[in-house]
Structures are given as C-alpha cells and as structure tokens.
C-alpha cells in the first residue's frame, strides 16, 4: 500500500488549502483514510477520516466546521479541504489507511495501518 499527500504549503491566516492523499497498491474492497497532524514537539492527532464506500466522515473537534473531507473513489484518492486557517493549524499533515472498516469515529494513530510521507502545512500570522 502506498500514501502520496500533497498539497501543503504556506498560507497567511484565515487562508485555505486542500490536501491529497492517494493510495494505491491494494484491493480492498473497502478502507478508510484518515488525516493526522504533527506540530513540532506535540503529539500527531487526528484531522478527520473518511469510509470509502458508505462515504461517513469524522471530524476532530477543532476541524469540525472548517475543515472538509472527500473522497474520489475512481481514483482512490482522498481530499481535505481546509478553511479558515489559523496559525496553530501549522503542523506536517499525513494521511493514513485503515482496511478494518467501516469506522465509526476517528480513532487514534495506531489503529491505522499504513501510512503517507507527509505534507508540510504552515499559517502565518
């Protein structure tokens, strides 16, 4: 299984951004992906994650209302659209693949299995 995320980059606050993530290299007939952050020195902590085939998704509490995740299924590919920037949303993103599905809530790092090199997001004041 392989994760390429893409799409970070630097934005002023208040900005927007929209990740990719996508997979490739397996057959399962369903998965989930998921969204992670690490800031330098803190913990990687959940974004969001998306089942592929019934379409459900989970949000974190700080992305819930700005943040928004899609999936292309055609394409194995995942997206996550990210409104309203604030400076504490700096952080190296990473996306992740989860083949025990469906998930019913976003769940912690090590229930995923495989996982993207990550992608640097940086929001300046």
């Known amino acids: 299984v392989q994760l390429q995320a893409s799409g970070g980059g630097l934005v002023q606050a208040g900005g927007s951004l929209t990740l990719s993530c996508a997979a490739s290299?397996?057959?399962?007939?369903?998965?989930?992906i998921g969204w992670f952050r690490q800031a330098p020195g803190k913990d990687r902590e959940g974004v969001s994650c998306?089942?592929?085939?019934?379409?459900?998704?989970y949000y974190s509490e700080f992305a819930s209302g700005r943040f928004t995740i899609s999936i292309d299924k055609a394409k194995k590919t995942v997206f996550l659209q990210m409104n309203s920037l604030k400076p504490e949303d700096t952080a190296v993103y990473y996306c992740a693949l989860d083949p025990r599905v469906p998930r019913f809530h976003l769940g912690l790092p090590y229930e995923y299995d495989y996982w993207g090199q990550g992608t640097q997001v940086t929001v300046s004041s």
């Open positions: 998306i089942n592929a085939n019934d379409g459900r998704a």
């Open positions: 290299g397996f057959t399962f007939d369903d998965y989930a």
